[in-house]
């Protein structure tokens, strides 16, 4: 039986994520110890906000402490943007490989901490991945090493949505090579499809006492149309039809309802003014909880809208981009860390934070900023990339007054 077999089973017409107890338990023990590492190593600073750290003094007595306050039922998320494999970074991964094939796992060791304390990473796999890397391409048709699929689940992630611009580079023979990759990896997907019958199968996560689904659509195929023998390879966005979705997906059994959006122009970091008009629609609608949108590769901010928030775009998590489009705000990104309770029965996000992330240049490697600051002996010029990259972020998520509804970074400098 394979990695994803174990992870997860069939559900309904949807797939349940066992969270099992030894991720809850090792969560906690994570968060426990970044939120006291951060606070002898930056005292005054404060944990991710979603996360509350025993209160000092407490007794250490079995017989005079407290019953603990039991945890509410819930779950976190932890979503990141683009991963673009562009060719530097397969050649680092060839060097990290020994020459023998390629390892990915090195860009991701400063982040996987973090990855792996969430209940569910989701990454956003923008390119199709070669079945058995004979065929390796870059922009504008990309095809990059399988090796990622399994870098991506050692760093922690457990899901990744497929739906991009880029998906059908390949053709069908590249979907399919992709998401037997990251069903060979143990990484759940959601966008793009195999088979009619795959496509229509909503997609439901489930996390301890709640069932999530999971919905994945792109604006755009870089001027290609859907194949006539699969038009169901990859979904577009149609608000309509993401409506109609996501009721679907409720009426499958799903109690809170993620969707994904490929979208936005790229390189700007303001959203469109389509962009605000669909989130306002998506979230309007009482079977949609959350939205979070990837594809500019520039960090977007993040706006609050009623009671529910959309992440208009979280920037790259792993690019590097060709010295035209190389600017240091494709190197910024951000983790978006979702706590999400039930209260009165209803699964809804009570706290939405995010850690900055940044992509140095020179080891081809993802930065947690603010812990990445923690450290002494720093060099002075990555440093100062990294409290460049820290304000960009920082003025960016807050854009549209995230910052006023509560949306804070979870660490910092």
Same mark, same amino acid.
């Given at each position: 039986?394979?990695? &994803?077999?174990?992870?997860?089973?069939?559900?309904?017409?949807?797939?349940?994520?066992?969270?099992? %107890?030894?991720?809850?338990? #090792? $969560?906690?023990?994570?968060?426990?110890?970044?939120?006291?590492?951060?606070?002898?190593?930056?005292?005054?600073?404060?944990?991710?906000?979603?996360?509350?750290?025993?209160?000092?003094?407490?007794?250490?007595?079995? #017989?005079?402490?407290?019953?603990?306050?039991?945890?509410?039922?819930?779950?976190?998320?932890?979503?990141?943007?683009?991963?673009?494999?562009?060719?530097?970074?397969?050649?680092?991964? %060839?060097?990290?490989?020994?020459?023998?094939?390629?390892? $990915?796992?090195?860009?991701?060791?400063?982040?996987?901490?973090?990855?792996?304390?969430?209940?569910?990473?989701?990454?956003?796999?923008?390119?199709?991945?070669?079945?058995?890397?004979?065929?390796?391409?870059?922009?504008?048709?990309?095809?990059?090493?399988?090796?990622?699929?399994?870098? &991506?689940?050692?760093?922690? $992630?457990?899901?990744?949505?497929?739906?991009?611009?880029?998906?059908?580079?390949?053709?069908?023979?590249?979907?399919?090579?992709?998401?037997?990759?990251?069903?060979?990896?143990?990484?759940?997907?959601?966008?793009?499809?195999?088979?009619?019958?795959? #496509?229509?199968?909503?997609?439901?996560?489930?996390?301890?006492?709640?069932?999530?689904?999971?919905?994945?659509?792109?604006?755009?195929?870089?001027?290609?149309?859907?194949?006539?023998?699969?038009?169901?390879?990859?979904?577009?966005?149609?608000?309509?039809?993401?409506?109609?979705?996501?009721?679907?997906?409720?009426?499958?059994?799903?109690?809170?309802?993620?969707?994904?959006?490929?979208?936005?122009?790229?390189?700007?970091?303001?959203?469109?003014?389509?962009?605000?008009?669909?989130?306002?629609?998506?979230?309007?609608?009482?079977?949609?909880?959350?939205?979070? !949108?990837?594809?500019?590769?520039?960090?977007?901010?993040?706006? %609050?809208?009623?009671?529910?928030?959309?992440?208009?775009?979280?920037?790259?998590?792993?690019?590097?981009?060709?010295?035209?489009?190389?600017?240091?705000?494709?190197?910024?990104?951000?983790?978006?860390?979702?706590?999400?309770?039930?209260?009165? !029965?209803?699964?809804? +996000?009570?706290?939405?934070?995010?850690?900055?992330?940044?992509?140095?240049?020179?080891?081809?490697?993802?930065?947690? +900023?603010?812990?990445?600051?923690?450290?002494?002996?720093?060099?002075?010029?990555?440093?100062?990339?990294?409290?460049?990259?820290?304000?960009?972020?920082?003025?960016?998520?807050?854009?549209?007054?995230?910052?006023?509804?509560? +949306?804070?970074?979870?660490?910092?400098?």
């Amino acid at each position: 039986m394979t990695r &994803a077999a174990r992870f997860f089973r069939r559900w309904g017409h949807g797939e349940r994520l066992r969270a099992s %107890r030894q991720r809850r338990v #090792a $969560f906690s023990v994570a968060l426990a110890i970044t939120t006291v590492a951060g606070c002898m190593t930056r005292a005054g600073t404060t944990g991710a906000p979603q996360f509350r750290a025993s209160q000092p003094g407490a007794s250490l007595s079995a #017989a005079a402490a407290p019953a603990p306050s039991p945890r509410p039922a819930g779950f976190t998320l932890a979503i990141t943007g683009d991963l673009l494999i562009h060719e530097p970074i397969v050649d680092k991964a %060839r060097q990290w490989a020994n020459g023998a094939g390629y390892d $990915f796992r090195p860009a991701f060791a400063a982040v996987k901490p973090i990855l792996s304390a969430a209940d569910l990473a989701i990454c956003h796999l923008e390119t199709p991945l070669s079945r058995d890397d004979s065929d390796i391409s870059y922009y504008p048709t990309f095809n990059v090493p399988h090796e990622i699929a399994p870098a &991506a689940a050692d760093a922690g $992630f457990r899901s990744c949505t497929t739906a991009s611009n880029h998906t059908i580079d390949k053709g069908l023979a590249g979907v399919q090579a992709t998401l037997n990759a990251l069903d060979a990896a143990g990484i759940a997907h959601v966008g793009a499809a195999r088979s009619a019958e795959e #496509a229509a199968t909503p997609k439901i996560y489930d996390l301890g006492r709640v069932r999530v689904g999971h919905l994945d659509y792109t604006y755009g195929l870089n001027g290609q149309r859907l194949p006539a023998s699969a038009p169901w390879i990859v979904k577009l966005i149609d608000p309509a039809q993401i409506l109609a979705d996501a009721k679907a997906v409720r009426a499958a059994g799903a109690q809170f309802v993620l969707v994904s959006m490929h979208w936005g122009e790229e390189y700007q970091a303001a959203p469109t003014a389509q962009q605000r008009s669909i989130a306002q629609q998506l979230l309007a609608s009482p079977d949609i909880d959350l939205v979070v !949108g990837n594809h500019v590769h520039v960090v977007q901010p993040v706006e %609050r809208i009623g009671p529910k928030y959309v992440v208009y775009g979280d920037g790259n998590f792993l690019a590097r981009h060709a010295p035209c489009c190389d600017t240091p705000q494709t190197r910024d990104g951000m983790i978006v860390q979702v706590t999400v309770e039930v209260q009165n !029965g209803t699964p809804a +996000v009570s706290r939405l934070g995010y850690t900055p992330t940044y992509v140095d240049p020179a080891t081809v490697t993802i930065l947690p +900023v603010a812990r990445t600051l923690w450290d002494p002996h720093l060099s002075p010029a990555l440093r100062s990339d990294l409290e460049q990259s820290w304000q960009r972020t920082t003025a960016t998520v807050d854009m549209l007054a995230a910052a006023a509804a509560g +949306v804070v970074p979870t660490e910092q400098p």
